[in-house]
């Protein structure tokens, strides 16, 4: 059995990805595929109690890097390399490019630590493809202002999420074959043919 593919969803918060994760899942489902969908931090029930104190709770920013890819072990040890090897296709919102924009960009930790922490929890692991839209900050904060609670990274200052932006730019820059930027400024349709696009390119390496 052909081992599957692992994409994973990237942005901003307030850009819209979380949006068209559901669309691609059933894009593929609709391709006779099978599709496990999850989420970072997250996507196990440990996965999702680190979920609770990673979005809430103030701590040193590396003990929220480290709890980050504690988190991500789980998640791949227990879902993500599960499925792949099964031969289903794995979406997560959101991957350790996340982590590189938000402790990396945001929190300005040095990136040789991140590096590190890649390096030994998930060497030899990578989604085949990475959706990284993208928006303005000033698009991404009025998305967030509709009156629901917001987490303690959606609380952040501007120059937070410029920093966070610009890192995710230039990840996308040094991994122009992975990552793929999507204009989510765009009406939701040309988004979606844009990200449907990516997505069956994957199919020529099936």
């Known amino acids: 059995m052909a081992q599957g593919k692992f994409i994973s969803f990237e942005g901003v918060d307030g850009a819209g990805k979380s949006t068209h994760v559901g669309a691609v899942a059933q894009y593929l489902r609709d391709r006779g595929l099978h599709v496990v969908t999850t989420r970072e931090p997250g996507g196990t029930p440990l996965g999702e109690k680190l979920r609770e104190l990673l979005l809430h709770e103030p701590m040193h920013l590396e003990t929220e890097a480290l709890l980050m890819f504690a988190s991500r072990r789980e998640h791949i040890a227990q879902v993500i390399l599960p499925a ?19 402790q990396g960009g945001g929190r300005q930790l040095a990136l040789d630590k991140l590096q590190s922490l890649e390096q030994w929890v998930h060497a030899d692991l990578q989604p085949d493809l990475t959706l990284l839209f993208d928006v303005p900050l000033e698009v991404a904060r009025e998305r967030l202002s509709s009156g629901r609670a917001l987490d303690k990274f959606e609380q952040e200052k501007d120059d937070f999420f410029q920093r966070v932006r610009d890192v995710y730019l230039m990840r996308a820059h040094s991994f122009p074959s992975r990552i793929k930027v999507i204009d989510s400024t765009r009406p939701v349709a040309e988004v979606s043919a844009q990200v449907e696009q990516c997505v069956t390119a994957l199919f020529d390496d099936q």
């Not at 792949?84 to 938000?102: E, K, P």
């Open 84 to 102: 792949l090897q099964r031969g289903d296709w794995v979406i997560s919102d959101r991957f350790t490019d996340a982590s590189f924009a938000y």
